[in-house]
């Protein structure tokens, strides 16, 4: 398969690590499940403690704290839901308002149907929970407050979020605090002891893994309620045949990822900066959002006044440069971005913005064609947007 010109949409999956694939690829051809107890069985079941011991290692867990899923989706549903019902009468839902979907959606779905009370803590205009905003929630009534989960770092701007201090002041009432570090592992330190966190999501194709695995590291004496009923897997909290395969790719991935942190964190950052002068040189009235400091080494997130980012998004892919958009799209019409608007920015700049992520495989070739092509893009979707 072709590399794409420039592939600058790591944040939404990352091409697999070499070491990954090989992991992967090696248990593929053999039989076994890990729940059997013949010869198998145990084999396919050594594969899984091992790779649980490797996730743990690299990420200041216990072996038994590490829950595996199908993915961030479900770890984060899983942690979300489960810990509401866990905590019943407990009925409040603390969440940062610039939550992934994947944590918005489970807490919005609870308060439909569920009686949940949900509030979303408000952001500064970098995209960051103050402490003093979770203090201040969880003082209306804090008994009554079931679960509060703060992403570790934003999927769309990049802003890395004071997790150990929310941690911290969620722990004070004896609230369980769950973070999605989906975007954190391999570019930040990630420690779940250091952070005190009670659960922690991560996923395989954000660092390098396969697609259709993921963890939820789980404090021990923590019992949420299941999400997956069945054969009891995953210390009775999350039910289902483990796909061994995967696991080793992911167990592969997080090592590799973790070993090599300290070293891609400044490589990328110093490629990142590189983007950002690069492109406020090409586009002048350029925004750049998110922390221009405190943010995801690989991260670099921009609104494009007069320009729709959907219509930029497709002009570059055209031209070889793959990136993504912050706005969702419903039934073909292109929202604006929940956590720009969250930030204070107008729908207008919520819907005119890009996001550009580095991974592994980015190198300096890769911001060169962005910006060899982003100007006449940026000037035919402007046009278009006056037609």
Request: hydrophobic residues 45%; glycine residues 10%; proline residues 5%.
């Amino acid at each position: 398969m072709t590399r794409p010109s420039a592939y600058l949409d790591h944040a939404a999956t990352t091409p697999m690590l070499p070491e990954a694939i090989e992991a992967m690829t090696e248990q593929l051809g053999r039989v076994g499940n890990a729940s059997s107890l013949h010869a198998a069985g145990r084999q396919t079941r050594r594969i899984v403690e091992e790779s649980r011991e490797t996730i743990a290692e690299a990420l200041g867990a216990r072996p038994s704290e590490v829950v595996f899923t199908s993915g961030g989706t479900e770890a984060d549903n899983l942690a979300i839901k489960g810990l509401y019902w866990s905590r019943r009468p407990a009925d409040r839902i603390l969440l940062s308002s610039v939550e992934h979907h994947a944590a918005l959606d489970p807490a919005q779905w609870l308060e439909r149907s569920q009686g949940a009370r949900v509030t979303l803590l408000p952001v500064d205009e970098a995209g960051r929970v103050h402490p003093s905003a979770l203090r201040a929630a969880i003082a209306d009534d804090p008994s009554g407050v079931a679960v509060v989960s703060v992403m570790w770092a934003n999927n769309e701007v990049g802003t890395v979020q004071p997790v150990r201090e929310l941690a911290a002041l969620a722990h004070e009432h004896g609230i369980p605090f769950h973070t999605d570090a989906v975007q954190a592992i391999g570019q930040l330190p990630v420690s779940f002891a250091d952070s005190t966190a009670d659960a922690l999501t991560l996923t395989g194709h954000k660092i390098g893994g396969p697609m259709g695995v993921g963890v939820l590291l789980l404090a021990r004496g923590l019992t949420p309620v299941s999400v997956l009923h069945g054969g009891g897997q995953e210390r009775d909290v999350r039910s289902g045949t483990l796909d061994a395969p995967a696991i080793a790719g992911l167990a592969a991935a997080v090592r590799v990822a973790v070993r090599g942190q300290e070293h891609e964190h400044a490589r990328l950052t110093a490629l990142r900066d590189t983007l950002i002068d690069r492109v406020r040189q090409a586009v002048p009235d350029v925004v750049l959002n998110g922390d221009p400091v405190d943010r995801l080494p690989g991260n670099a997130h921009f609104s494009f006044p007069g320009c729709e980012g959907d219509a930029l998004l497709m002009l570059l892919d055209a031209k070889g440069v793959e990136c993504s958009t912050g706005s969702a799209c419903s039934a073909g019409v292109a929202q604006p971005s929940h956590v720009l608007l969250a930030m204070g920015a107008d729908a207008a700049a919520a819907r005119g913005s890009l996001r550009f992520s580095l991974g592994h495989t980015s190198t300096l070739e890769d911001v060169d064609r962005l910006v060899d092509v982003l100007p006449a893009a940026v000037e035919r979707a402007r046009r278009a947007g006056l037609s």
